[in-house]
């Protein structure tokens, strides 16, 4: 069965820090290509950025480049989003994902955690 369950979400301040893991199981995890996304209410699901499959590069959204990092581990299946200097609108749930190719489109993701909320105020 797989899964990926995220957590470290939380409420914040404006400027802090936040670090998001999720932890992977049932499927082949060095062979993914692994993602976060995040979804605030009424807006679409957005990617945030993303990590090949050897953990070697990374790509991310204008909105979060230089801010968030994301890096793995695939001794342990765990990927994690590192925020920094968040600001308000980074406000929403955040989702880790699969896929077997390197894409920024969330119909690309075949494999989704459920979510973590990340809450930030001014």
């Known amino acids: 069965q797989v899964k990926l369950v995220e957590s470290g979400g939380g409420s914040v301040q404006a400027g802090d820090s936040l670090v998001l893991s999720c932890a992977a199981s049932g499927f082949d995890f060095k062979s993914y290509v692994m993602g976060w996304f995040r979804q605030a209410p009424g807006q679409e699901r957005e990617f945030v950025g993303g990590?090949?499959?050897?953990?070697?590069?990374?790509y991310y959204a204008d909105i979060v480049e230089g801010r968030f990092t994301v890096s793995r581990d695939n001794t342990k299946n765990t990927v994690s989003l590192q925020m920094n200097n968040l600001k308000p609108e980074d406000s929403a749930v955040y989702y880790c994902a699969g896929s077997s190719i390197i894409a920024r489109a969330p119909t690309e993701y075949r494999y989704w955690g459920q979510g973590t909320q990340v809450t930030v105020s001014s």
């Open positions: 990590i090949d499959w050897a953990g070697l590069g990374g």
